[in-house]
């Protein structure tokens, strides 16, 4: 074996890289719809707010030259869908997943919309931090040009576990999210709560989908997400509610997606669709071991429909 | 009305290319309609036309069309190879008076456009990729296709030039005969300079898939592949990707040099407003135009994207002394004895497939060198 | 007549937004509505068009509709689509030479089965395991979508099919055709007896009466000692059993095998049809129409206006938002209760 070619080794270093390269929109959206299911709602719009965060985010940084801002206006278009999903949720009898499933069409359809000017151009792109500069394995060291939002992911998915304990705003949300009747009265706003989960549920997962146009793969099309919003919505339940095994459950993810290519790059090219479906069955596999017809699951905020 | 529509239109234009767009929503001039003496083409593209790929390959040849004279041209995109196509093209005969029609997905051809062009007997359907068969299918049908693979094979040579490690990588959607056949004349190509040379594949399972593309460019580059090349709708993702990474690059179906101004080396690139052309021409003349087009380079159906800086000069003489054997058309990419990549031999020594030899239209093995193997 | 205001005053206020919206960028709001009602209804010619859209989306829009009477929210329809065309592919071509009378159903009845199979099979883990069954349907319905890839481009691939890989072409006989005196096949034809059918179950039998009541309240009717188990499974292997038939109709209607192009985005379409018709089976036919409608027009405000493609889209999610919030709005109109109340305990 030539010094060029790691061979099989390069399969367990690709699926590292991937799983770092692949999982930060796993993440900001996992994180994201942790903290709007931990105040008793979900949104399953985020896969349109993930798509919207892309376009917006890649058209901002177009026009501006400034990968950040594009990142922010991506954050601030996913909070805006947010507040449009918690308003309309807030209403009598309206059940919130089917406001996530419109939220989710429409997301998609208003970004392929106004993102056909987009993709062409090519925007600037966010930098990435080098953290192999110790390896003389090229291989290696690209492994390890991590971009800032995953450590900004990273860093955010403790802080959330913390804040969520440690905080009067993370008990408050919590006890909206176990019981909208004892946090009325106890005398909180419990439909401010969750608009507030809500819209930032939205700003992480627009966040999420700016990282997708701007840095990995960095282009804006209308194929890009491809899922991963809805997919990242069922992660936070394999994640158990909590953000940091968020992290975690979103390293995996993206490995699951990595994988398949690591295995054609060394010849296997046997069934890549179903080495594709993978992390989908790993998650339906993981949610009928751990669910029981019997109680809640564990972590599960009581007020959250999908658990009942 | 329209004029009215036309103007605002126009200012939307400019406001977005003002914004720096290159190409405005939809990029569509309003709808005037025909006159009664105009000839009226409708194109019919499965994906955004603007997606520096397949579709914007075709949509530059139908904007090539829209200059000529005494026609009217209609577009939709994104249209599913479902009952979507059959009745977008119905849509198109029935309210837009459609005659000459070009669905330019080869998923369109059978049933949809064959089930079309039985319905109404008197208009004209060329498809791309088809394989239009006497007596099989319907008279009013053509079907159309470059032997873009000449253009791979090309880009193989001046691949194989610019590989230090030996190592070229392919991203492919499919393991289909057009796609297969892709990937066995690059090899080829890039073997005839350096018989040691290999070819890694990677099929992502669908046309457009942009985080799976990506992910096989930095898998391939993971093992140590310095040039990549592939055969998906939109090579965007992983041009740049390589050009991210400091590899070359060759494109398709389009000129992408723009993307990868640095590792850009050539491209097999469609030059569909020939092919357009001719059709339409024949079709204003009065000729029916010929059920089965095919051709390559010598006719101009397909081209090479310009060389980029980092060819060599023994790479753009190799290349370009082939490329004039192919333009003479004495050249033949698949002759014997060639092995597939498990040893069997699939031609035999002394047997030649010319370009236009149908047997090749139906590959199912890879050729000697590439490593990967197909479903 | 609520019921029928509701949505109609919801449909008009979505048509305005996407006028205005449309407005925004330079195309007049008329003319976008003169082109979707021309497109749409416009001739003989728009008519079929329309309907021959509608005819898959009715049988998708059950596949959500029908355990939307037990409370349940269920989006695989897709997948249960793409797997009873597989099913039916496979079926058709297994009988290759038995009468064509005998086939047909049987791959009417095996797409059944393969979709009921896959929503069952969430309906079963919703009651054994308390699984959710949105979540479950959504990934069994991408796993179905990898699955027929696999097989269409692997065990079941047509070695003819070189550039579009698919399973063999079927028999001519075994395909079905036009309605007589029009230009839509016999889908549409199925998709309403099957609506009506499911209509009669839910509406007029002990059946449909106690999943209504499961879907009231789960508490009182385990109490009152309905089988709540046997009519979540049967419900969502029905609703399961009117996609695979959609993905039959597909195969023997459009396609003549099964391949990739099968999946079309019918199913989440589908989801759409079924809250726009309040989950009622029976108005589930004429919603269909209209979004086969909007389909139809949509490349007559690509070609004629320069609008993007996803101008239906845009519309189908101004519709469905703005039909959300006047359910909430509205005080008096109430939904089958979807999911909001506390399971058994």
Known sequence: MDETSPGWWGVPLAVLAGAIRVSTPFLFVSLGECLTEKSGRINLGLEGTLVMGAMSGYAVAYGTGSPWLGVLVAGLAGTGFGILHAAVCSLERVNDIAVGIALMLLGTGLAFFLGKPYIQPQAPQLPSIDFGWWSTSQQVRSALQVNALFLIGAVLAPLLVWGLRNTRWGMVLRIVGESAEAARAMGYPVNRVRLFATAAGGFLAGVGGSFLSLHYPGSWNERLSSGQGITAVALVIFARWDPVLCFWASLLFGGAGALGPALQAVGVTQGYYLFNAAPYVLTLAIMIATSSARHRLAGAPAELSVTR | MVDRLRLSRRSVLKTVTAAGGLSALGAGLPWTPALAKDLVIGFVYVGPRDDFGYNQAHAEGAAAVKLMPGVKVLEEEKVPETVDVEKTMESMINLDGASLLFPTSFGYFDPHVLKEAKKHKGLAFLHCGGLWTKGKHPDNVGSYFGYIDEAQYLSGIVAGYASKTKKLGFVAAKPIPQVLRNINSFTLGARSVDPSITTAVIFTGDWSMPVKEAEATNSLIAQGVDVVTCHVDSPKVIVETAEKRGIYVTGYHANQAKLAPNGYLTGAEWNWAKVYTDYVKMVQGGIKPPNLVRGGLKEGIVKTSPYGAAVSDKARNHADDVKGQFMAGSFVVYKGPLKDNKGNIVIAAGTEHGQTDIALESMNWLVEGVVGSIA | ?345
């Open chain 3, 1 to 345: 007549m609520t019921a029928i205001l509701v949505p109609v005053a919801a449909l008009a206020a979505s048509l305005a937004l996407f006028g205005a919206f449309v407005a925004l960028i330079g195309v007049s709001p008329l003319d976008v509505y003169q082109l979707m009602y021309t497109g749409a209804f416009g001739s003989w010619f728009s008519w079929q068009n329309t309907l021959t859209r509608a005819a898959p989306l009715i049988l998708t829009a059950l596949c959500t509709a029908l355990p939307a009477q037990l409370g349940l929210v269920v989006i695989g329809g897709e997948g249960a689509l793409v797997l009873g065309a597989l099913a039916a592919a496979a079926t058709g071509l297994a009988l290759e030479g038995a009468p064509a009378p005998v086939v047909v159903p049987a791959m009417g009845l095996a797409a059944m089965a393969a979709g009921a199979l896959l929503i069952g099979g969430a309906g079963a883990l919703r009651h054994g395991r308390g699984v959710n069954e949105t979540i479950s349907s959504l990934l069994l319905s991408y796993i179905a979508i990898a699955v027929l890839n696999h097989m269409v481009e692997g065990p079941l691939k047509d070695p003819a099919s070189l550039n579009k890989p698919s399973t063999a072409p079927l028999a001519d006989d075994y395909t079905i055709g036009t309605l007589p005196g029009m230009d839509v096949h016999w889908g549409l034809v199925v998709g309403v007896v099957c609506a009506l059918a499911a209509w009669v179950l839910m509406r007029r039998t002990t059946f449909g009466f106690a999943a209504r009541m499961v879907g009231g309240n789960p508490r009182a009717a385990r109490m009152a000692g309905l089988p709540v188990g046997r009519l979540l499974i049967v419900t969502t292997a029905l609703a399961g059993a009117m996609a695979g038939l959609a993905g039959m109709v597909e195969v023997a209607a459009v396609h003549g095998r099964a391949n990739a192009s099968l999946v079309a985005g019918y199913g989440s379409t589908g989801i759409l049809v079924a809250f726009l018709a309040r989950q009622n089976p029976l108005a589930v036919i004429p919603v269909a129409i209209l979004f086969g409608g909007i389909g139809a027009s949509g490349g007559l405000l690509q070609r004629r206006l320069g609008l993007p493609d996803a101008s239906v889209l845009v519309l189908q999610g101004i519709i469905f938002v703005t039909l959300l919030a006047s359910e909430g709005l509205h005080g008096r109109v109430r939904l089958p209760r979807l999911a909001k109340q506390p399971q058994e305990a």
